[in-house]
């Protein structure tokens, strides 16, 4: 498990910028967190404490029980290993073949030659490269490169994968390959994963969790579903936008939220026949997120015959619709 309380960098340069400021979070082994934020957010920041590269000013990191910013030299190093990075640019080095680069970390850690020639071709094989091991970056392509960083930051068999942007220079098919790739060695191996990005699309295809992060802080986190469930997150509206509704149509403007078996039951037809309002929908998106088919629809309604608003949104909430004014 990694646990992050109140860690805080501040950087003087000489005018203070606080880059992350107060984030706290907790993960589940096995957990696919997504950090989602602009530019300047402090999302690089906050992974480059997480794995190390920098002190955070305050602050724990605690891996595995273990608070990381407590060990000494030699139990840091050891920690490290702990956490594996997968870069934006892959960051090989150009004179090594995949194979060499992947052994790279293994050679720092001493394991033996024999040892690491067996784990470097189970990692080639994991990342769809198994006849590719002799081919320098350059012979690759941006994605094939991805590939052998992933394979890199798995070597030392890390509980946590962080990556830092890691398909922001990728095109969208391929984008959506290496994405199902950490997908699927999240689910064969368990490891954690912690991604940032700036691309919404990173967090709804394989994140379990999120949070946004803006001006150092998070402004929001939870579970996938907890999120789109909410019809007043921000989140939620730019992982499924309702869109930017016309405010003159007539009618009471609502936003439903709803989860999967709700996600295909014919509810707004049944609302309008039960109650005989009429709904007009203003926009929406339904997707499949985290394993769950979500929908968050804005909508119009015009009550009439004595039906009060109350009593359609009493409505929606008894067929399990969560339902918030727009
Ligand atoms: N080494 C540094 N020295 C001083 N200020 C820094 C340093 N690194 C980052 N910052 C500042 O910290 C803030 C957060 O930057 P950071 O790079 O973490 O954001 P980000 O969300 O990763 O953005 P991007 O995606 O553009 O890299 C910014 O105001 C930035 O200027």
């Given at each position: 498990m990694i646990a992050v309380d109140s860690l805080r960098k501040v950087y003087r340069t000489p005018r203070e910028i606080?880059?992350?400021?107060d984030v706290s979070f907790a993960l589940e082994d096995g957990e696919i967190f997504g950090i989602l934020g602009r530019s300047g957010a402090g999302k690089s920041t906050l992974l480059r404490c997480l794995n190390l590269l920098e002190r955070p000013t305050s602050g724990t990191i605690t891996v595995d029980g273990v608070d990381?910013?407590?060990?000494g030299e030699a139990d840091l190093r050891a920690a490290r290993r702990r956490i594996g990075t997968v870069f934006q640019h892959g960051?090989?080095?150009?004179?090594?073949t995949a194979a060499e680069n992947i052994a790279f970390g293994l050679e720092i850690a001493g394991i033996p030659a024999r040892r690491r020639a067996e784990r470097v071709a189970e990692l080639l094989d994991l990342v769809g490269l198994g006849d590719r091991g002799d081919s320098h970056p350059s012979q690759l392509s941006g994605g094939q490169q991805q590939r052998v960083g992933i394979a890199r930051a798995l070597a030392t068999d890390p509980a946590v994968l962080l990556c830092d942007e890691a398909t922001s220079a990728l095109d969208p098919a391929t984008t959506e390959q290496i994405l199902d790739l950490v997908a699927d060695i999240n689910a064969r191996t368990g490891v954690t994963v912690v991604l940032i990005t700036h691309e919404a699309e990173v967090v709804r295809r394989i994140c379990h969790s999120a949070a946004l992060m803006e001006a150092g802080r998070f402004v929001e986190s939870g579970t996938m579903l907890r999120l789109v469930g909410d019809p007043e997150s921000r989140l939620a509206e730019i992982l499924l936008p309702t869109g930017n509704?016309?405010?003159?149509?007539?009618g009471r403007h609502l936003t439903l939220a709803f989860a999967d078996e709700r996600a295909v039951d014919p509810i707004l037809s049944r609302l309008t026949r039960d109650l005989g309002v009429e709904i007009s929908i203003l926009g929406g998106t339904l997707e499949r997120v985290a394993g769950h088919q979500v929908g968050r629809l804005r909508v119009a309604h015009d009550s009439r015959d004595g039906v009060t608003d109350d009593d359609v949104v009493d409505y929606l909430r008894a067929a399990g619709v969560t339902v918030t004014a727009a």
């Open positions: 606080v880059a992350v400021d990381l910013l407590s060990l960051n090989l080095l150009s004179s090594r509704p016309d405010r003159t149509i007539p």
